[in-house]
């Protein structure tokens, strides 16, 4: 680790510590819950381009309604994810080891805009921002692969770990669609395992995020991890802070 990372990894677990010894009024951590629930949905299809505002994604959810004006495949990616992040939970829940089968399942109840695609594996090659990810041939046994690499160094942090587990998804992108989107539920899947907050990929924070996933492509240099890694920590301690502020 480099020490900026070590630094922030320290002022993360420090946080992390004093939250568990933090008691909440349940009627003021249930509507933190249901605030982040719908924040998180919002922000992360508004990164994908979704053009439904956060207070008409709640009135979808909430009340079972159609937006006027709005795509039809808007609104099916709001209850996609809803179906995803729920599915998710589940995996903490029960502690359910994130494998293949695992991703696929969330894929596949997320997609469902596109449900012939939900969980199937892409088959051509394609370009994503001027990179071309892992040949579709090979996609099945880099998948098998980036699993099994979820056990991961007794020397590297659970924040390291997940940051680079994201990278390599986003590198293979396995699905024609919903690869970040699915990166991202996996993502706060794996932290809430390992009993970090979740965090919100903020929509103003795109670029920052794009910057990261770009640094690993190796386009400019050698394929670099620690920017994903930082801005993960990053994402962590912003969420601790946000908790422990209740």
């Known amino acids: 680790m480099s020490e900026e990372l070590d630094l922030l990894i320290l002022e993360a677990d420090k946080k992390k510590a004093q939250l568990a010894q933090k008691t909440f009024a349940p009627d003021i951590y249930d509507a933190y819950q249901e605030r982040f629930f719908y924040a998180e949905i919002f922000n992360s299809l508004a990164i994908e381009g979704n053009l439904l505002t956060q207070r008409e994604m709640e009135e979808i959810l909430s009340n079972d309604v159609v937006i006027p004006g709005k795509s039809l495949s808007d609104h099916l990616d709001v209850v996609g994810y809803r179906d995803a992040i729920l599915q998710s939970r589940e995996y903490v829940n029960y502690r359910t080891r994130i494998t293949e089968h695992e991703i696929r399942k969330l894929h596949n109840k997320m997609l469902i805009a596109h449900?012939?695609?939900?969980?199937?594996?892409?088959?051509y090659n394609m370009m994503i921002r001027g990179h071309r990810p892992t040949s579709y041939e090979k996609v099945?046994?880099?998948?098998?692969?980036?699993?099994?690499?979820?056990?991961?160094?007794?020397?590297?942090?659970?924040?390291e770990t997940i940051a680079f587990f994201h990278l390599r998804l986003e590198k293979i992108h396995p699905f024609c669609d919903g690869n970040g989107r699915v990166g991202r539920i996996i993502i706060n899947t794996m932290l809430a395992q390992a009993e970090y907050p979740p965090v919100i990929f903020d929509v103003n924070d795109k670029e920052r995020y794009y910057k990261a996933l770009e640094a690993y492509d190796g386009l400019k240099g050698n394929p670099q991890i620690k920017p994903m890694q930082l801005f993960l920590v990053e994402l962590v301690i912003r969420q601790l802070d946000e908790l422990l502020a209740l």
């Open 115 to 123: 449900r012939s695609l939900g969980g199937e594996y892409r088959t």
């Open 140 to 159: 099945p046994y880099k998948m098998v692969q980036l699993a099994e690499r979820i056990s991961a160094p007794e020397d590297e942090h659970p924040i």
